[in-house]
């Protein structure tokens, strides 16, 4: 087989240019951010290289330093990547910039000690790599402010926000050059190191009065002009989560945490001051929140990875922390307290004695602990207990069965911490949402019943329960819970509790809306078979009366032609007994007189033989029945006959008719070809037939394969409810 392939046309190449200048500005977007990231790398090993080198020249508390803030400009540069091709934000070029700033800043710091205290002479420049190392901390300052200002979208909360992002700038160049020109000590490594201190090569003793009065060249002032932006900064921030939603303040929950840890460890500094090793502790601390806290938690927030695990973290941290004191508190009391009162402190017998307790005291107290931690993250939450019986009491009161669903959801979703909670309602073969909370929130798509009728899976719901009356399943509880918080047992044996008592709800509510529905089938069944009426008048009867009409004219001027009349009589005559007929066939239609007349086995085979395939009637044994009764089975038997010969390709049909005890029962068959009732409704034929039924408290059924033709079989009671 020969095939032969065309040039791709004008249009297709058009159509695949978007992807492709995608593609073309994606792969410089990698190769410069892989080609940064290298440089940072090389900075980094470059700089614990030079420290290890230079460690004898360093002091302990500068040597340890230099040996972390690389490990932290390569985390920085990292995640500055990661954000950047992920997620395609700004803060991502920023991290990456402070991870460069970072090692660079290291790097000349390193160098200049290199250069000058333990190899002196040995390197060119060291001095003014020394001034450099100074310089770079402004914009490493800045760009850690900068990510505070545009997080998380990458942009400023509004343009309002224009003049304090300018002012930064202005602040970054005037630092950067106030610390490159003003006559001081460095102190190196930089910021603020006690291993290498010179005069600033680069100072300039003519601008001293300057500088002096403008103090933007020391670090000291530095900080002053730092604190007031990040004051700033952080003024956005909460314009920023006061105006934001739910996914905004959960992101900015993660970073005010790590400021929080910050600036708790700060405070503990100025504490500390001169303890020793508290003090140092507390040092260590606060960088690493810095260098590696700030970083992570905007990554997280900004990626959006586990990123309601915060508040997990937050209950845990509270639960730790009133466990730590707890334990503290009976451990002073018992060793310390009756130590003193007794007069002999310490010992094995009080610290045995302490350590019994705390055993003792551990499940109760964490126990508490958890739900006051709970309480204080997630809220107030009713006990299960307390929901049950709120929803039982309202049911007994009477409630409205739409706002009994709703009050459902509302207990559910209160009493588990859920973030959704839908309840579902069984409509034919599909599931679909009755209520939802938070009252609001756009409702779920319908779901298909899974495979036997059964409870389908719910994506993204952390958990769901059938709701069943009878065997029958009428719809269904989900609710969804934070991804860091776990469905716990007894959360489980509420929505298992709630969904038994729903039954009765559901069913109520599944009636009230049987019923709203059946009564607008109803009537506009009845308008259609209004409209049906007049259009078979207009169409059939009244044209045909017009044209007698027209034709008792013209023989009314014809008298004194006998021929005339003698030829106008005939059609006159033929219209009006056509006329009859249209009118006998339309009261049949309404009520056949035959049906009233002889019952329904007779009407039954007379519109069999006007059938357009082969019908038989099996009725042995069937009588005469109320007339209701007998118009609802004719008329639904007409309807599956019309089914058949419309849709079906049948070769032919059977109509069985069987009466037993207080039940008339009827079944109409054919061999065509049938269809999946799983996932094919009800038409408004085969629904009218089940209100039909229904409203006489009978029974329909459908029963078909594809290739196995179609039985429609319906009963009622005999004798009328």
């Not at 503290?328 to 094995?348: D, R, S």
């Amino acid at each position: 087989m020969k095939v032969t392939v065309a040039p791709a046309s004008t249009e297709d190449r058009s159509a695949s240019g978007p992807l492709d200048r995608a593609a073309v500005q994606i792969r410089p977007v990698r190769r410069v951010t892989a080609a940064l990231w290298a440089v940072t790398l090389l900075a980094a090993l470059a700089v614990l290289a030079l420290t290890l080198i230079t460690w004898g020249d360093l002091k302990l508390s500068d040597g340890i330093s230099s040996l972390y803030i690389p490990v932290a400009a390569v985390a920085y540069a990292t995640l500055g990547v990661l954000i950047i091709r992920r997620a395609a934000n700004l803060i991502g070029w920023i991290m990456l910039a402070e991870g460069i700033a970072l090692a660079l800043l290291q790097l000349t710091s390193a160098y200049a000690i290199a250069g000058v205290a333990a190899h002196p002479g040995s390197l060119p420049a060291a001095k003014l790599a020394g001034t450099l190392s100074e310089c770079i901390f402004s914009p490493v300052t800045f760009l850690i402010a900068f990510m505070f200002l545009l997080f998380p979208t990458g942009k400023l909360p509004s343009p309002r926000w224009r003049p304090v992002a300018a002012a930064g700038l202005l602040l970054v160049g005037l630092t950067t050059a106030g610390l490159a020109v003003t006559p001081r000590l460095l102190q190196l490594p930089a910021p603020g190191g006690v291993s290498l201190v010179y005069p600033n090569p680069l100072g300039a003793q003519s601008l001293e009065p300057v500088l002096r009065a403008v103090p933007v060249g020391t670090l000291s002032g530095l900080a002053v002009v730092t604190v007031a932006f990040m004051a700033a900064v952080l003024a956005s921030l909460a314009a920023r989560y006061r105006a934001g939603g739910p996914l905004v303040r959960q992101q900015i929950n993660w970073l005010a945490a790590v400021v929080f840890a910050g600036l708790l460890f700060t405070a503990l500094l100025g504490l500390a001051a001169g303890q020793g090793w508290l003090n140092s502790a507390a040092n260590g601390v606060t960088a690493v929140v810095a260098l590696f806290g700030i970083p992570a938690a905007m990554a997280i927030a900004i990626l959006k990875h586990r990123l309601y695990d915060i508040d997990v973290i937050i209950s845990r941290a509270v639960v730790y922390a009133l466990l730590s004191a707890a334990f503290t508190a009976v451990y002073v009391g018992i060793v310390l307290g009756i130590g003193t009162f007794v007069g002999h402190q310490g010992g094995p017998v009080l610290t045995i004695a302490a350590a019994v307790t705390i055993a003792l005291l551990f499940q109760p107290l964490r126990r508490r602990a958890q739900q006051f931690a709970n309480r204080l993250v997630y809220g107030r939450r009713a006990t299960p207990y307390q929901a049950l019986s709120d929803f039982a009491g309202d049911m007994a009161g009477q409630l409205d069965l739409t706002q009994a669903v709703d009050k459902m959801v509302s207990v559910l979703a209160g009493a588990t911490g859920a973030d959704r909670a839908e309840a579902w309602i069984r409509v034919g073969n599909h599931l679909r949402p009755a209520a939802i909370w938070p009252y609001g929130a756009p409702p779920s798509a319908a779901i298909a019943l899974g495979s036997g009728g059964g409870l389908p899976a719910f994506e993204g719901e952390s958990r769901a329960a059938a709701v069943q009356h009878g065997g029958e399943l009428l719809g269904a509880l989900s609710l969804q819970k934070p991804r860091n918080e776990p469905l716990t047992g007894t959360e489980d044996e509420l929505l298992q509790d709630l969904a038994s008592q729903a039954g009765l709800v559901l069913r109520n509510a599944a009636l009230i809306d049987e019923l709203r529905a059946s009564r607008r089938r109803l009537v506009g069944a009845q308008d259609a078979e209004r409209r049906k009426i007049e259009r078979n008048l207009h169409d059939g009867a009244q044209q045909q009366l017009i044209a007698i009409m027209i034709q008792l004219g013209l023989l009314e001027e014809s008298a004194d032609d006998p021929g005339a009349v003698r030829q106008l009589a005939p059609a006159v005559r033929d219209g009006l007994r056509a006329a009859l007929e249209d009118l006998r066939d339309l009261a049949r239609g309404i009520y056949p007189p035959l049906l009233a007349d002889q019952g329904l086995v007779p009407a039954l085979q007379a519109q069999a033989r006007k059938a357009s395939l082969p019908v038989e009637i099996d009725a042995d044994g069937v009588g005469r029945y109320p007339q209701d009764t007998e118009a609802a089975v004719y008329f639904c038997a007409l309807e599956a006959l019309q089914n058949t010969a419309k849709y079906a390709g049948a070769s032919r049909a059977t109509i069985s008719l069987s009466c037993s005890g207080d039940r008339l029962r009827f079944t109409v068959t054919d061999d065509g070809a049938g269809f999946d009732t799983a996932s094919t409704g009800h038409g408004t034929g085969l629904q009218g037939m089940a209100d039909r039924l229904d409203a006489l408290g009978g029974a329909f059924d459908v029963r078909s394969r594809p290739g196995q033709g179609t039985t429609v079989s319906g009963q009622l009671p005999v004798f009328a409810p």
